[in-house]
């Protein structure tokens, strides 16, 4: 038995399992009830409940601290650089007026009745080799800049763009997370795509903009949103940019790390050339060069003065450290509750689950998923624990699997993702509205990729 399955199967159903499961359970709730009707700042809830649970889960009281620090730190080492740097080349294309030539081009094209379609498919194109926090900040300063020009709820036009972000996140190849799955369970990417797009855009469509068609006017929108307004303001008395040259800037990092998921193919492994283009799509470096390639095509081409570059760039800042702040402290829980032993808890309940594969791989990659928050380590954990179990099952497809576990990974976001505070944030609605909109449209994107998958299964 592998390692990962060994240890879920040790912590089956016995009294401390289920006392964990309860512990993480109340925890949760409690820090829902804290935040939204104890009105307390949510990085103190966060990291006085994520300590709270690790002592009454018996961890070790050395390594409470140490536990959720390093959650912190992990998510953060990543985070902070890429929604810094996209912040920033977000600030520069919406004060050149780059954000609104595209949203001008947008609703030309589409009409306003029809935005919430061109930002699904924008979503869906953008994120195919992106991050979902990388295609987030580096769309929301379009989303603001067409909410504000058509007058249609800012929800009705982001949520749409984020749907797309997520389900290419996890169910289609080549985004790096869902190539994880494909890797594990040895499946041919090429069907795994075509199967991806299969289940994924009629599932987008759904959690998208039908789905937020009906939701958004149920949802009362502050009238003010800071983050809107740091990014809609644009220099005034000078010509938009041209939409071929915005377009080339602000999918410039998007190109990039096509190149790096390219590179084996491109150039031989362990050569000079190679190891280049890996660099060059590193998100972190890749965004880098974009905003540096911002500071001439919606700088310096747009006659902006590098003081007021540096002013752009600066102050954008700001409104990002709750934010930041937030999402760390997301992964800190996380890492409290895969440390306390809650995450094999809740494997241990999927593997004990008498179903089909399918629903096996996605029903342990969902609970993982609540568990930790992050839906990169659910995919690839998920996809160790139920790779050796498909290997003695009849009938088993590793594309199908794949995308079962991707579509497990994206289910139910709450408090520990820190994609949920990211939308809470620049969207500038509360947690009960943020479960309401985000999470139900994260749920439905799971649990229809699995109905579309299983019906797939019996079609090919």
Known sequence: MNPTMAAAASTMLDPHSVYLLVAALSAIIVLILLIAVGRINPFIVMISVSLALGLVTGMPIAGIVKSFETGLGGTLGHIAIVVSLGTMLGKMMAESGGADRIARTMIDAFGTKNVHWAMMAIGLIV???????VGFVLLIPIVFTVAKRTGVSLLLVGLPMLVGLSVVHGLIPPHPAALMAVATYNADIGKTIFYGLLVGIPTAIVAGPIFCKWVAPKIAMPLEN??????????????????????????????????????????????????????????????????????????????????????????????????????????????????SGVSNAIVSVALQAHVSILLM????????????????????????????????????????????????????????????????????????????????????????????????????
Request: proline fraction near 5%; aromatic fraction near 8%.
């Open 127 to 133: 994120g195919t080799p992106v991050f979902f926090e």
């Open 361 to 460: 791989a996605w029903l342990v990659a969902a609970l993982i998923r609540v568990a930790t928050g992050s839906a990169t380590v659910s995919m690839s954990t998920a996809a160790v624990i139920i790779a050796p179990l498909a290997s003695h099952t009849v009938g088993a497809q590793p594309e199908l699997l794949a995308i079962a576990t991707g579509a497990g990974a994206l289910t139910l976001s709450h408090v520990n993702d820190g994609a949920f505070w990211m939308v809470k944030e620049y969207f500038n609605i509360s947690v009960a509205q943020t479960l309401k909109t985000w999470t139900v449209c994260e749920t439905i994107i799971s649990v229809l990729a699995l109905v579309f998958t299983i019906a797939l299964s019996h079609l090919i």
């Open 226 to 339: 800071p983050m809107a307004d740091t990014f809609t303001e644009r220099l005034p008395d000078h010509e938009l940019p041209g939409f071929g040259i915005t377009l080339f800037t602000i999918l410039l990092p998007v190109f990039l790390m096509l190149l790096g998921s390219w590179a084996n193919l491109l150039a031989r492994e362990n050569t000079t050339p190679n190891s280049v283009l890996h660099f060059l799509g590193n998100p972190d470096i890749s965004l880098l060069l974009a905003v540096l390639v911002s500071f001439i095509t919606f700088g310096k081409m747009r006659g902006v003065s590098r003081d007021n570059i540096l002013k752009f760039t600066n102050e954008c800042l700001g409104p990002m450290a709750n934010i930041t702040l937030l999402v760390g402290a997301g992964g800190g829980l996380g890492r409290i509750l895969m440390d």
